[in-house]
């Protein structure tokens, strides 16, 4: 969810990641994660003033970058 989230707030899709956050921050309470939680809610503020100041929109911050894509090399068949 919080990747989801994460994705959707890069691509500018502000109401989604809200979306998406909310359905984290529901979760985590359940589950009594209060680490993971206050970072949701964080993330959560970060959006809505986004959203209330498109303007300043744009800015990205280190919590909120994606994970890092490794490529792995193609696997090629090769008849025998």
Excluded: T
Excluded at 8 to 30: I, M, N, P, T
Aim: net charge negative; charged share 30%; aromatic share 6%.
């Amino acid at each position: 969810m919080k990747l989801q989230a994460m994705v959707s707030y890069k691509q500018r899709r502000l109401e989604e990641a809200r979306a998406e956050v909310l359905r984290a921050v529901d979760v985590f309470e359940k589950l009594g994660a209060a680490q993971f939680l206050e970072s949701c809610k964080e993330f959560l503020r970060r959006i809505e003033e986004e959203m209330n100041n498109p303007v300043s929109s744009g800015q990205s911050d280190s919590d909120c970058e994606l994970p890092r894509m490794v490529p792995l090399p193609a696997r090629i068949n090769f008849p025998l």
